[in-house]
């Protein structure tokens, strides 16, 4: 699984919604769809703290899950703990499950990390503040110490 970010954004004057190229690769399927354009900053922001909230709960083993959302259409990742070290993610369009995927709690959480970094990185490089990002990663790194 990866998420791939390009920095193809598209930066409005006066405006901090910036688009660009961001979407989910497990094997050989995309998600939502292949070079789909949304507000990758938004997304990932939401997303760290959503994840955050999730791994910070469950140092023991309950039932529990979370979402992560898209922007720009009605597509949602559900996240559900099944057991100390997996989740199950599941892919969403509308209330329709196209994909399911399980993986390592480490993993997953190693690739928003890398994820997130590229994206400070794209954000510099066009003069875009980075600081709340910034702030959502390291709350998100304090949640999931555990699991790295």
């Known amino acids: ?33 292949f070079n789909y354009s949304d507000f990758p900053l938004v997304c990932i922001i939401s997303w760290l703290g959503n994840l955050q909230h999730f791994f910070d709960r469950n140092n023991i083993i309950q039932p529990c899950e979370t979402k992560l959302f898209f922007f720009d259409g009605p597509y949602t990742l559900q996240i559900i703990l099944i057991s100390k070290r997996k989740i199950q993610i599941s892919f969403y369009d509308r209330e329709m499950e196209s994909m399911r995927y399980e993986t390592n709690i480490s993993t997953f959480c190693n690739l928003i990390i890398r994820k997130t970094e590229l994206l400070i990185q794209i954000a510099e490089d066009h003069n875009i503040q980075s600081n709340k990002i910034r702030e959502q990663l390291e709350g998100f790194m304090i949640a999931v110490r555990h699991y790295l």
């Open 1 to 33: 699984m990866d998420i791939i970010i390009k920095d193809d954004w598209d930066i409005p004057i006066n405006s901090s919604n910036v688009a660009g190229t961001i979407f989910f690769s497990v094997s050989g399927h995309f998600f939502p769809c």
